[in-house]
Nanobody, 115 residues
Framework: VQLVESGGGLVQAGGSLRLSCVAS????????MGWYRQAPGKQRELVAA???????NYADSVKGRFTISRDNAKNTVYLQMNSLKLEDTAVYCC??????????WGQGTQVTVSS
């Protein structure tokens, strides 16, 4: 199983980025997919998640700014990030999990928001 993130980078505050996570070696459509982030000196936190049925949930800090989506035909989960803030700077990782199934993590992609 492999999860590969892309789309991170350096962006000015107020800008946008779209992260992608492509999965292989797993039956993608059965998994809940989540985006997590970890900033230096802070604990990892859940940013957004989407179930196999398409239900979503978001951290309060990103509601209204971030949108998670998935394309099961492409084995890909996306995170559209708008109105980025300095405090969104972190390494963003995707994770796949599900009832009775193993958890899988990607290696992460760096997002840096500058003023």
């Amino acid at each position: 199983v492999q999860l590969v993130e892309s789309g991170g980078g350096l962006v000015q505050a107020g800008g946008s980025l779209r992260l992608s996570c492509v999965a292989s070696g797993m039956i993608f459509r059965f998994y809940r997919m989540g985006w997590y982030r970890q900033a230096p000196g802070k604990q990892r936190e859940l940013v957004a998640a989407i179930t196999s049925g398409g239900s979503t949930n978001y951290a309060d800090s990103v509601k209204g700014r971030f949108t998670i989506s998935r394309d099961n035909a492409k084995n890909t989960v996306y995170l559209q990030m708008n109105s980025l803030k300095l405090e969104d700077t972190a390494v963003y990782c995707c994770k796949g999990d599900g009832l009775g199934m193993s958890d899988y993590w990607g290696q992460g992609t760096q997002v840096t928001v500058s003023s």
